[in-house]
């Protein structure tokens, strides 16, 4: 039931009870009938408000219709966490589709929107193309009554009502800071090998660790040489890849925080016999042959998050947004099933976010253990 709705339901019921405080003191009405038409409407609208109440204080979340939007068709990284977000969504009655734009772009996310806003949805729940681009659209959905929230990639802090973040953007930047620092042996040449440059959970993280390396002394002998843009495309990832090795002959170590990006270019290095070593955020499905010690192997070690607890406490909260237990705003809790409680903090961009928990490292140790996983 959209939050409009309930709104109004519990106004109604809520004049209906100062109505009814008013005529047990001085009704006017003289007709048996009317007296009789009047309690039972107002019976009807108590028992209605009741059930909202009822419905928001047990966290039911029967009934729930939610878009949730990727990024991009054919990435497995929206296909692994939008399965555990359907099958938590519908284990408490609701219904999910699962929606993709055609390309990895703002403007492709914002034809979905615009198809979306148009249907009867509850919720949308979405992993942004862009950081500022779609905010007239999510305003437009907002205003339409629909709950917006965003998990994986954020759009700005006015487009969305709460963002859940899967691993915190520092502690996400500081574990890759320090895998290059490692895998390099602590100083050398560097590059970065992004999705989109317009990601905003790419840029995020890029932006951090930016940060991170020009505060710290530690990584002063770390040449970060190139951004490049691999747009969440295997091949363009593949391609640039080589690009890089061209261009850096000295190339030690690439970064890349994207599952597309990384695989791509663990293929890459591994079947050229490359000395350039790989690290970043990756699925252990899709990076299982590349991680190794010694040369045979192109990645040492990388990192991800839970992916499933990713899908199922990004279902719970968009739920929860629609039943009104929470706004999204700074310091609410809520109950995310089996995962429990969660308290909603501020974002690094001014609004509000929930984290997931840490980043989660994958190693040539239990990389095949995850790999059954996601
Ligand atoms: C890609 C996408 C996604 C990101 C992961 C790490 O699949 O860009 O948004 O979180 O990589």
Redesign the pocket.
């Known amino acids: 039931m959209k939050r409009k709705v309930i709104s109004a339901l519990l106004c109604v019921a809520m004049a209906a009870t100062l109505l009814a405080g008013c005529g047990s003191s001085s009704s006017t009405s003289t007709s048996t009938e009317t007296e009789e038409a009047e309690e039972a409407e107002e019976t009807e609208e108590t028992e209605e408000a009741e059930e909202t109440e009822e419905a928001e204080a047990t966290g039911s979340y029967a009934g729930q219709k939610i878009a949730l939007v990727g990024?991009s068709a054919g990435?497995a990284?929206f296909e692994i966490a939008a399965a555990t977000f359907v099958s938590t969504v519908e284990a408490e009655g609701g219904t999910v589709d699962v929606v993709y734009p055609e390309e990895a772009t703002a403007d492709a996310q914002i034809k979905v929107l615009d198809n979306l806003i148009s249907q009867d949805y509850d919720a949308i729940c979405l992993?942004a193309n862009d950081t500022n681009a779609l905010q007239a659209k999510l305003e437009e959905a907002m205003d339409a009554g629909i709950a917006v929230s965003s998990f994986?990639?954020a759009p700005n802090a006015d487009s969305r009502q709460i963002f859940v973040n899967q691993a915190g953007t520092t502690a996400v930047a500081q574990a890759l800071v320090d895998a290059v620092y490692d895998i390099a042996g602590g100083e050398g040449q560097w590059a970065i090998l992004s999705?989109t440059s317009q990601?905003s959970?790419?840029n995020a993280w890029i932006e951090a660790m930016e940060e991170i390396i020009a505060n710290d002394d530690t990584y002063a002998d770390l040449e970060l040489v190139e951004i490049a843009y691999g747009d969440?495309e295997a091949q363009k990832s593949t391609d640039q890849t080589e690009a890089l090795l061209q261009n850096y002959p000295d190339l030690k170590v690439i970064c890349a925080?994207?599952?597309?990006g990384i695989a791509a270019a663990a293929k890459y290095l591994q079947d050229n016999g490359s000395s350039c070593k790989l690290t970043g955020?990756g699925l252990p499905s899709e990076m299982e042959a590349y991680t190794g010690d010694g040369d045979d192997y192109s990645c040492p070690y990388f990192y991800?998050w839970d992916m499933e607890g990713l899908g199922s406490l990004s279902a719970y909260a968009t739920m929860a947004l629609v039943n009104g237990e929470i706004t999204g705003a700074l310091g609410e809790t809520f109950t995310a099933g089996d995962l429990g409680e969660y308290t909603i903090t501020e974002a690094d961009d001014g609004g509000t976010e929930i984290v997931l928990g840490l980043p989660l490292e994958f190693t040539p140790e239990n990389v095949s253990e995850y790999a059954e996983l996601y």
Not at 257 to 260: A, G, I, K, Q
């Open positions: 990024k990435n990284f992993s994986d990639s999705a990601a959970n790419q969440d925080p994207t599952t597309v955020l991800l």
